[in-house]
């Protein structure tokens, strides 16, 4: 009892008291804010849909590479990567990584496609799949998460925010840009 009383350990014990409570609250109630912005991308029409329609397009240009005598495995392995990451919900800037990845492994195939040339009827699959894939690229900046995200990151990327996110395990959400 006497511990208590010497004011050096009342202090002491009060300010880890204090910290210890305020990181506790910064775990529980801005995690919670964190993961509400990160929901839309998994949302419908979010990013992850997008992404997947983009994984189905490349999986059907794969495909084709590999019935015309191709080496697509670089492109199914980039293939397998977003996939995997997608459904183990990795964070936004690892999954840009694999998405530019896939990118530009089917920017090899099509260069692929293009030395070796293609009849007529493949040469307009492969196209039509490209464009299809074009399409969803153009839709992924403007999904609803990067708007939230970056709604968030304005409103809660600044000092003492960020500092207490990061000693309480808190993530912030990405951008995925």
């Known amino acids: 009892m006497k511990l208590f009383r010497n004011p050096v350990f009342a202090t002491i ?30 949302a419908d029409q ?3 849909e997008g992404l997947e329609s983009i994984c189905v397009d ?3 240009v794969a495909s084709l590479a590999e019935e015309k005598g191709l080496d697509a ?11 995997e990451d997608l459904k183990d ?11 530019m990845d896939l990118r530009s ?17 493949d040469s307009q699959a492969v196209r ?12 992924l900046p403007d999904a609803a998460y990067n708007a939230s995200v970056q ?11 960020r500092f207490l996110a990061k000693l309480a395990g808190v993530k912030m959400p990405e951008v995925f840009a």
């Open 58 to 60: 490349a999986s059907a």
């Open 151 to 161: 709604a968030f990151l304005e409103k809660y990327d600044r000092f003492p925010t």
């Open 105 to 121: 492994e089917l920017s090899s195939i099509n260069a692929k496609f293009m030395v070796n040339g293609l009849s007529e009827k």
């Open 13 to 42: 014990l009060t300010i880890v008291l204090v910290i210890g409570s305020t990181l506790l609250n910064t775990r529980v109630k801005f995690g919670k804010l964190c993961r509400e912005a990160s929901d839309d991308f998994f």
């Open 73 to 83: 495995s670089s492109l199914r392995g980039a293939l397998e990567r977003l996939r």
């Open 46 to 48: 979010g990013i992850a």
């Open 128 to 139: 039509h799949l490209l464009d299809s894939i074009d399409a969803a690229n153009d839709k």
């Open 89 to 99: 919900a990795r964070p936004a800037a690892e999954l840009h990584q694999d998405y």
